[in-house]
């Protein structure tokens, strides 16, 4: 897949001094999530950035990469890195070029099996803090307050979208995320609740995306 796994120095050695002169300009509130409904949703109108988003799912593969896809999409097909830290799934690399990924830009970047969830902690906030990425994406599943926070602080070190994908068992537990996106089942159908929003109000409403926007990756 694009480059495939790479050893995570090469990657933060090689690339910070390429990403450096991206933010000279500063850089609009929010990154459209390429789902307008949602976009009106948030106070920014998309993800915020240089910060950190946690979605929270019930289960793996409940359609969290449909979510940031187009966000995703854009930036490869534009020549921006994005990163995977530790995806708990081999991606299907057919399927992501089918979504618009642009594999040349996508980096998975693996952790040491004896390192654990520790280190995938510690490789997720070094790529977000690098400049190295526009978007890293984690599965932070056994981060406390602290460890969520020097992740928020990566972010905004990096200027780079964070999403981290957490199980739902976590939404009642405070958090330093700009903003938290849960995934819940309402009386009619399946969808995406925001339960914090850095800026603004927290939406009454729920955004529920379109039919066709698939659910593994």
């Not at 929270?56 to 097909?77: K, N, Y």
């Amino acid at each position: 897949m694009g480059t495939g796994v790479v050893p995570l120095e090469s990657l933060l050695s090689a690339r910070t001094v390429w990403r450096a002169g991206h933010h000279a300009a500063p850089a609009p509130l929010g990154e459209s999530t390429g789902f307008a409904a949602l976009d009106a949703l948030l106070p920014h109108g998309g993800w915020p950035h240089g910060a950190l988003t946690e979605l929270l799912i019930p289960v793996e593969g409940v359609g969290e990469l449909a979510l940031m896809m187009p966000t995703l999409s854009r930036m490869t097909q534009a020549g921006q890195l994005v990163a995977l830290i530790a995806p708990p799934f081999c991606p299907y690399a057919p399927a992501w070029q089918r979504a618009g990924v642009d594999l040349r830009y996508l980096e998975i970047v693996q952790t040491n099996v004896q390192a654990g969830s520790r280190g995938a902690l510690w490789a997720f906030e070094q790529c977000l803090r690098s400049a190295a990425f526009s978007a890293v994406l984690g599965w932070p599943s056994s981060a406390d307050g602290p460890a969520l926070r020097r992740l928020q602080v990566a972010a905004d070190t990096g200027q780079c979208l964070g999403f981290a994908v957490r199980d739902s068992r976590h939404a009642n537990n405070p958090s330093p995320a700009a903003l938290r996106i849960e995934r819940v089942e309402d009386a009619v159908q399946n969808v995406w609740r925001v339960r914090k929003c850095r800026g603004g109000q927290v939406p009454s409403q729920g955004f529920a995306p379109p039919s066709h926007a698939g659910s593994r990756g």
